[in-house]
């Protein structure tokens, strides 16, 4: 069931994500070829400049979008009149959650791929991926590190798998506030609303703790003096071990808006 | 009125205003279907926040092989009762049960729904939405929602956004309708046509519901429904104010179940 509610999700939300991803990577190959004659004639000034306007609106919207788009099905689909049909079929409430979640998620990772492919075709000429490389390489042997020593790895990793986990909960926080925000019948946006801005409060001042109990340990003081060669020091350096506390905090907050969402669309389910 | 004339054992008690109705079919699966209601309310109640009792202290035990009208004003808490047989509300007190299940996946395997509003997303076309209910529903049969679609002159291919108000709502009916299901609710499925499609969506229901299943229709325009039911309920101010079977009401009053209404919400 969940296959069929994200078959039916991805079409939904394909018939504008494509679109888009077809004119952004268009507006870069014209770009590229403006950028290629320019040089011998000025007089394509203003087509790209128009251009390159139109390709950062496109490059924002491919972002903005996932999060408008995963908002508006949630609210639409699972809570408004849609929801009439949703929530009669035979399906946990779960299921639900995950089908917008993961069709969220997928998008948010297209558009990345989407976004660095055009800037790799206006920015590519030969030899940039090595150049790119050796920037990089540079750069950690400057500091003392290189991509032999495991707590690199562990590192990178740490901090690759906090990003996800802020994406998921960027999603899931949206989600709980508009399962909670349904309650205010007759006034169900600004519930919604009012609930986000609760749950961010809350997970703010959670935060802040956190980092006062970090600022309190000589992890902290490592990690202000910005010494990026003490990564090299161990896998449960001050710099891993801090995207990894982190990241348990995001993965703790998803579940928490999980476990409400679910609730909420499973026992206080209210159409209107 | 039922469709094989084969009635299984029936039951609607509410509230102990008439004397309970029951009739042993000689159908195997009658015993087990008296054994557990089609749909059971107990002492259910429903107050949406800050307001009244939307439905109060509904007690209700419905079996199978019944077409029964849900009738009140508008108001009186019809709507509010069908979505919390479709657990789109939550009771406040009480409980509502089909064949023994609180409202969950199960009961949504039985129950075919036609809400009184257009839940059709507007991105899909008419073939695309049925074989969405192909995907979901196991009991859906998609060659009956095909024939009744050409019987109707509703092209398969067309957009939903494209069609008007009144051929979604007959989409809506066909997709309800091609269901196989034990229970169905139809929430006003005549209030906004005119007379002539009146008499094509009643025929639609009666032609096509699964022989055996009980359906529940809620109206306020009871003269065009009177001649199908078998039994009515009357709710008012969410309680239910009579029950029973259509023939004996209309015997003890000596008046129409059109009349009876008429008489009794008469402002």
């Known amino acids: ?272 | 009125m039922s469709q094989n004339g084969n009635y299984d054992a029936h039951e609607i008690k509410a509230d102990e205003l008439l004397p309970v109705a029951q009739q042993e079919g000689d159908d195997g699966n009658a015993a087990a279907a008296a054994a557990v209601p089609l749909l059971e309310c107990r002492r259910l109640t429903k107050r949406y926040t800050g307001g009244r009792d939307a439905l109060s202290d509904i007690n209700l035990k419905i079996y199978g092989n019944r077409i029964i009208g849900l009738l009140g004003p508008n108001g009186s808490g019809k709507t509010t009762f069908i979505k919390l047989i479709c657990g789109l509300l939550m009771p406040t007190s009480g409980e509502v049960l089909v064949c023994g299940m609180r409202p969950g996946v199960e009961s949504k395997h039985l129950v075919s729904y036609l809400p009184d509003r257009i839940y059709l997303n507007e991105w899909m076309r008419v073939h695309r939405l049925i074989s969405f209910f192909e995907d979901f529903y196991d009991n859906f049969a998609p060659d009956k929602a095909y024939s009744m679609l050409e019987r109707l002159g509703i092209d398969p291919d067309a957009k939903l956004k494209n069609l008007s108000k009144g051929t979604k709502e007959k989409v809506q009916l066909i997709l309800t309708m091609s269901r196989r299901a034990s229970l169905y609710l139809l929430d006003e499925p005549i209030g906004g046509v005119d007379p002539a499609s009146r008499d094509f969506i009643l025929g639609t229901i009666l032609s096509n519901y699964n022989p055996g299943a009980t359906v529940i229709i809620s109206t306020h325009i009871i003269s065009d429904v009177e001649r199908i039911l078998d039994d009515v309920i009357f709710l008012s101010n969410g309680k239910i104010m009579l029950a029973g079977a259509a023939d004996e009401i209309r015997e003890k009053n000596g008046k129409s179940i059109d009349e009876l209404f008429r008489e009794v919400f008469k402002c």
């Open chain 1, 1 to 272: 069931m969940l296959r069929k509610l994200l078959k039916y999700e991805l079409l939904s939300t394909g018939r504008i994500f494509l679109p888009l991803y077809l004119a952004l990577l268009g507006v870069s190959v014209i770009l590229k070829a403006f950028m290629l004659i320019e040089k011998s004639a000025r007089i394509y000034i203003v087509p790209q400049v128009l251009l390159t306007v139109l390709y950062i609106i496109l490059v924002i919207a491919s972002f903005a979008l996932v999060y408008i788009f995963s908002c508006m099905r949630f609210y639409k689909n699972l809570l408004g009149d849609e929801g009439y049909l949703m929530h009669t079929l035979p399906v946990k409430p779960y299921k639900h959650i995950f089908a917008k979640l993961f069709a969220s998620i997928l998008w948010l990772i297209a558009s990345f791929i989407i976004a660095a492919a055009s800037v790799i075709i206006l920015a590519y000429q030969k030899g940039l991926f090595e150049y790119i490389f050796k920037m990089i390489n540079n750069l950690m042997a400057a500091v003392g590190l290189s991509w032999s020593q495991p707590s690199v790895v562990w590192t990178t990793v740490a901090m690759v798998a906090l990003s996800v986990a802020s994406c998921i909960n960027g999603f899931m926080m949206l989600y709980a506030s508009m399962a909670v925000g349904q309650l205010l019948r007759g006034h169900r946006i600004i519930g919604s609303i009012l609930a986000y801005f609760g749950f961010y409060t809350a997970s703010q001042i959670i935060s802040l703790v956190m980092l006062f109990v970090i600022s309190r340990t000589g992890m902290w003081r490592t990690l202000e003096e910005g010494n990026l060669g003490i990564i090299g020091t161990g896998a449960w350096n001050p710099f891993s071990a801090f995207f990894t506390i982190v990241t348990v905090l995001y993965i703790v907050y998803l579940i928490l808006y999980f476990i409400i969402t679910n609730y909420m669309l499973s026992r206080k389910l209210s159409l209107e």
